[in-house]
């Protein structure tokens, strides 16, 4: 089982819709937990940390779930502009630097 | 305040032999850690460096090596270049070891012919 596991998309849609992209991984003891969102051929860039409790950041909405090993984000009233590549970001532990990887979902928002 | 910067930002080896790639971090940050992204994949951690020692590796055979310099600039050397090693490169910098935030530089895209 790979260690983060993501929609495999590709997620299209019109303007103004909703969209939730999903994301589970396998390591239990995982800390840290984060969307990055990469245009085509560039760097990812943090999109926002996730927390228990829920995040909110204007049309993004961040959800993790512990129990079931789950993280969501949801996307309300898409732009054009959101059309790119979220990654889903597992931290296994604070003292560990490492960032495991989803392999992304590509999500293309038309007019 | 400059961000991450890499170099070169395309390069075409050919398979066998070595390639060097650069990384200079973000000011204030001493932490660099490099990964390797495949088309259509996420990226994959290659190793980490802090106090110029590579303190974390991921699952990337010994051809992968690295360097980081008093300066906290580093690099990436990857031996006998194979076909699987065509990939962007990303280097990101961080404060303290990688336990704040990463930031990624643009990457340097490598084609192995």
């Known amino acids: 089982r790979k260690e983060v596991e993501q929609d495999p998309g590709p997620f299209n849609v019109p303007e103004g819709a909703t969209v939730a992209f999903n994301c589970t991984y396998s390591?239990?003891?995982?800390?840290?937990f984060f969307w990055y969102r990469q245009d085509c051929r560039k760097e990812p860039k943090l999109l926002m940390s996730?927390?228990?409790s829920g995040n909110e950041d204007g049309r993004f909405t961040a959800q993790l779930n512990r129990a079931s090993q789950y993280i969501s984000l949801l996307i309300r009233d898409s732009k054009l502009s959101d059309s790119a590549t979220y990654l889903c970001?597992?931290?296994?532990?604070?003292?560990?630097?490492?960032?495991?990887f989803g392999k992304g979902t590509t999500l293309s928002v038309s007019s | 305040d400059a961000g991450v910067t890499q170099s070169p930002t395309h390069l075409i080896k050919t398979r066998g032999q070595q390639v060097t790639l650069r990384c200079s971090p973000k000011?204030?940050?001493?932490?660099v850690s490099w990964y390797q992204q495949a088309l259509g994949q996420g990226p994959q951690f290659i190793f980490q460096?802090?106090?110029?020692?590579?303190?974390q590796r991921g699952n990337f055979p010994d051809r992968f090596s690295g360097h980081q310099f008093p300066n906290y600039s580093s690099e990436l050397n990857v031996n006998a270049l194979l076909l699987g090693d065509s990939a962007l490169y990303l280097c990101?910098?961080?404060?303290?070891?990688?336990?704040?935030?990463?930031?990624f530089g643009p990457g340097t895209r490598l084609t192995v012919t």
């Open positions: 000011s204030g940050h001493d932490t």
């Open positions: 990101a910098s961080s404060l303290g070891g990688g336990r704040n935030e990463q930031y």
């Open positions: 460096y802090y106090e110029e020692e590579e303190r």
């Open positions: 970001v597992v931290k296994p532990n604070q003292a560990g630097t490492a960032l495991i």
């Open positions: 390591n239990s003891a995982s800390q840290s």
């Open positions: 996730v927390y228990s």
